[in-house]
């Protein structure tokens, strides 16, 4: 079964406004980064967060991690129609040298 | 730099044919992966390497066999294609899990998509 699941599967929403998307995992881990799959093409990464780390930003991104509650949310603000793709988070677990991705949210931003 | 980069690009094969896919990146990364991405499965890690003349097995390694005989690259090889494997691959690789950093932040390729009639 997948390490990590997002939530909603599919969102919808207006160019600028804010995105956001979950990520629940099941067992401890090191780091849980977010990658960015524009349609037809390969993963890109966009953001890393530690397990000792509660939030981070890049640009317009913002991640959060509770790992009381083994989730992660990812903030996109003021959202733009570039920023249509599919979102996954991945786990990298304790003493494991493999990512684990999970079933990706699909974005989309509409004008 | 190229990146990461996938042969071919697309490929329709028929039932009980063999291929081999190609994967090569030019970042000098330690480790290496092969992954299928079917619809609403996300991606699942068939094979990897930790460096070269290693590989491992992932979560679905069945009917897949790779080897790492360079560095720069990493081959998946399908030996009688099933229509179960249909799907599209995507190479990836990473600088690895060092001492103390744990990222294994990974850069991927353009894919492979794979028709097994």
């Known amino acids: 079964s997948q390490q990590g699941e997002e939530d909603p599967q599919a969102l919808s929403i207006q160019e600028g406004e804010n995105a956001t998307m979950n990520c629940s995992y099941k067992t401890s881990i090191n780091n849980l980064q977010w990658y960015r799959q524009n349609s037809g093409r390969g993963l890109v990464h966009l953001i890393l967060i530690r397990s000792n780390e509660r939030e981070k930003h890049s640009g317009r991104l913002r991640v959060t991690l509770d790992t009381s509650k083994k989730s992660s949310s990812l903030l996109i603000t003021a959202s733009r129609a570039a920023d249509t793709a599919s979102y996954f988070c991945?786990?990298?677990?304790?003493?494991?040298?493999?990512?684990?991705f999970g079933t990706g949210t699909q974005l989309k931003v509409e004008l | 730099n190229a990146g990461v980069t996938q042969t071919p690009k697309f490929r329709v094969l028929k039932t009980g044919q063999s291929m081999t896919l190609l994967c090569a990146q030019d970042?000098?990364?330690?480790?290496m992966y092969w992954y299928r991405q079917d619809p609403g499965m996300g991606l699942r890690l068939i094979h990897y390497?930790?460096?070269?003349?290693?590989?491992a097995k992932g979560e679905v390694p069945d009917g897949y066999n790779v080897s790492r005989l360079k560095k720069q690259n990493f081959l998946l090889g399908l030996e009688s294609a099933a229509p179960s494997q249909t799907s599209v691959y995507f190479c990836?690789?990473?600088?690895?899990?060092?001492?103390?950093?744990?990222?294994?932040?990974?850069?991927f390729g353009p894919g492979t998509r794979l028709t097994v009639l």
């Open positions: 390497s930790v460096g070269e003349g290693t590989t």
């Open positions: 970042m000098n990364h330690e480790y």
């Open positions: 991945a786990t990298l677990t304790g003493g494991g040298n493999k990512l684990t």
């Open positions: 990836a690789s990473s600088f690895g899990v060092r001492g103390g950093g744990f990222t294994d932040t990974q850069y």
